[in-house]
């Protein structure tokens, strides 16, 4: 079966880094996406990596290893609107969403 | 005002009665979708139409039915409610330049309470 795995919470300190990570098992593979989703709001596009390697867009990163089922988002100069759930989504061989539950991140100050 | 627009943001109803809830966007993009967000599951995929003639089931879609009345409307009903299908629903959309990279634009969410 298809199964997206990341943890449901996770607690950091403002001005800290925090790694956020998610484990995947699709029929086929044609990316990996992160999207961020305030309380109540439209989850928003943050990244998508499809290569192994790391990409960086300001102070999020996004990691992918295709061949350990692995990636991971990274924050880093955490702020207080950082608060929020983070969607780790794969997509499988009919280019659909396999989404994972979300975890949600408590930024403290 | 928002690109990916949604009708009701919040609704009550009680078990038997149908609801429709309405999704337009101005984005111009072909390909629509419908999912539910619970608590503790990721997003699930009820349907999705890559135009007006195309309407595809998801992984969910018992219970549910869609119509796509235009390239920008998508409309999805629940034809006798039932309590679980309390959720919040979310329509998003694509272009179909973004097959591959797969980025959504979604809705602002529709909550509906099926007592």
């Known amino acids: 079966g298809q199964n997206i795995d990341q943890p449901t919470e996770m607690t950091a300190t403002e001005g800290a880094i925090v790694q956020i990570n998610c484990t995947y098992q699709?029929?086929?593979?044609?990316?990996l996406f992160w999207y961020q989703q305030h309380a109540g709001e439209a989850p928003t596009f943050l990244s998508y990596?499809?290569l192994d390697g790391l990409e960086e867009k300001g102070r999020f990163s996004s990691f992918l290893s295709r061949s350990k089922g692995y990636s991971y988002l990274l924050l880093k100069e955490l702020q207080m609107k950082d608060s929020a759930s983070y969607l780790c989504?794969?997509?499988?061989?009919?280019?659909?969403?396999?989404w994972g539950a979300g975890t949600k991140l408590i930024i403290k100050p | 005002d928002a690109d990916v627009t949604q009708t009701p943001r919040n609704r009550i109803t009680k078990t038997g009665k149908r609801i429709m809830l309405e999704c337009s966007q101005t984005k111009g993009h072909d390909r629509m979708y419908w999912y539910r967000q619970d608590p503790g599951l990721g997003l699930r995929l009820i349907y999705y139409?890559?135009?007006?003639?195309?309407?595809n089931k998801g992984e969910i879609s018992d219970g549910y039915s869609v119509s796509r009345q235009a390239q920008a409307k998508f409309s999805l009903s629940l034809e006798s409610a039932i309590p679980n299908q309390t959720a919040l629903y979310f329509c998003?959309?694509?272009?179909?330049?973004?097959?591959?990279?797969?980025?959504?634009?979604f809705g602002e969410g529709s909550r509906l309470t099926v007592l």
């Open positions: 699709t029929s086929g593979f044609n990316g």
């Open positions: 990596n499809v």
């Open positions: 139409s890559f135009d007006v003639k195309d309407i």
């Open positions: 989504a794969a997509m499988d061989s009919n280019y659909q969403l396999i």
């Open positions: 998003a959309t694509r272009g179909k330049e973004r097959e591959v990279t797969g980025e959504l634009f």
